[in-house]
């Protein structure tokens, strides 16, 4: 056990700084395995210029699927559902062509001096590409129709360091 | 496992995951960048009176690392600024001249990273000052002046000194005048970085003093002027090295450094840049080439007399003169654009000084060709030594054309008047399967209102959430100015006024809301006329 917390603790500091030092809405997990359950943490320190954000918008991508996103207290819990590009096999033979396409938390408001997270969980399809990035973009509203998109992904050859606003992202590891 | 040890574990776990989770909040926190909330004059306002001071109000405490102002007449000065918590003040010059004005601004946020923005404001024509920012103005004058020194010098150095390198093979069977080329050469060398350095101060608008800043030689790399500092460095160490070796491979040495005055003035300038470039090119390249010739062949013969050296260079004298005129008639025909702008214009007027002097050169060369070559031929010792100080005056003269040619590095050609005159600037830009035509409508120093047409590659229209242009130039120290367009009427988007307040190569860059999660950008250049 002691090991096993020593080893959680240097993880835990490898992570924190390598995940702190991006300004933007950023996910908490870097990289997850495909064919995998997928919990996306959004971590969230911006406003918009300083007004408080009072909507926050996720794009759920294609090969993300059975999206649960968690309930925040003082917050109006919203999605969005469509058909997916194609079917997908999922736990139990089922087979799944629909879902949530956006997460909505709506009717809140975090001042842009505070910093919280918004979660949502998910199944990575196993045949997502191993080795690329998968990207979640994310809106932050506020009011007076004031928003901030963190929505940009870089193209090919891009590092995406260049960018202003980036889409988080997360690096997709083979299926274990 | 006992109870207490258990205990004692449990302990180390919470504080571990406290302490954990202090960590990640303290991170996320601290890492926010910084944000412009408000300026004050408001970015594009229109003032009637210059304001004495400008603010800057971030989202939290912010420290200035660069603040510039770039004036309508496209000069630039560094500012200082107070930083008071999350509100920087900047005090603006007085007087402030009418017209538009950038302040590109660089400040650092908590977390030390920087981000940076342009303002801009404008000064109504009625609230003019009746002096624009005359020191300002004399600051240029003193890097003009510098400017203007390394680059004759330069070319002072290249045509000589590898002319007459090249000359000393060719006439004196490799002999003598040693001291004068590695003399030019050594000047060649210092004034190429040199001026590449002053090119760097001179596009990023700073003064004299600045030269040693590492930032200045970066920008002075970055322009198309490094590749003739280069080739200008490298002809030279040729020159010089044919003085050094022997026989064929000093003729080799001499030819290359003859040739690599021909490149470096063709590797930049905007003789060599002019439509069309496959003539324009080798015309520069040519013109340079027969004017090394017959400098180095004129101080050859200047200062180390012989009847053959005089003998060979009369017989090829006459094509030198012909490759000179015949190679530099079309650059000018070209430049002007017109006969009126040979007077009308400052570009013509040095053309006009240039040719008076060359006419006084080629008096004085037909004077030594026709009436002195004969009987210095013949062995008149008279005759031999005014030919020597007549070719020493057209030396002389050579190095006149010379300067007056450096000049033209501060008047650009009439034609890309012309060519802003007579059309706005269209900029097509395209990205991922959407196209963009912006128009320019005065692409010239100032600013000008611009319209964006949009449309997917196959034709089908286009209809985003939002545009928003982004203007840079880098090069110049000016961070990105943002300007959101707006809808018009037909379908097209439309930005009132970008402040385009220096000449030069902008980047101009669309980024295209498509919907609420994507966006798109389309990248371009736009070329802004002084």
Redesign the interface.
Known sequence: ??RA?IR??AV?ALL??A?????HVTLETREAPVGAGYKAVF?T???C??APTTTL?V?IPEGVIAVKPMPKPGWTLKTVKGPYARTYDFYHGAKLSEGVVEVIWSGGELP?E??DEFVVSGFLAPDLPAGEKLYF?V?QECPGGAAE?W??IPQAGQSGAELD?PAPGVTLLPKR | MTGRRRLT?IA??VR?AAA?GL???M???????A???RADPADGAVLAQAPARLTLTF?EPVAPLALRLVGPDGAAQALQAQADGAKVTIGLPAPLAAGAHLLSWRVA?E?G?PIGGTTSFAIGAGAASPQASPTAKTGDAALAGAIWAARAALWLALLFGAGAAFARVWLADGQGADRMVFGLAALGLVAAPLSLGLQGLDALGLPLDALLRPEVWAAGGATTYVRTALLAGLALLAAAGSLVVRGGSAAGLATLGLLGVGAALAASGHAATAAPRWATLPAVAAHGVAAAVWAGALLVLATRFSRPALARFSRAAPATVAALVLAGTPLAVIQLGSMAALWGSDYGRLLLAKLGLVGVLLALAGWNRFRLTEPALAGEPAAQRRLGRIALAEAALVAAILGVAAGWRFTPPPRTFAAVEAAPAQVTLAASGLEALVTVARPRVGGSPMTIALRKAGGAPLDPKAVTLVLSRADAGLEPIRRDAARTGDGAWEVAEAPLAVAGRWRLRLDL?ID????T?LDGELVVAP
């Open positions: 056990m002691t917390l959680a603790a835990a924190v700084p995940a702190g030092a991006s300004a971590k320190p911006h406003g210029k300083g918008r794009k842009d505070f910093y973009p809106v998109r929505i940009e606003k | 574990l180390v776990a571990a954990f960590l990640a909040g991170i996320g926190a601290a890492h926010a960048h944000a412009l909330i989202n946020s977390d990273h809301l609420d999660f994507t966006l950008r």
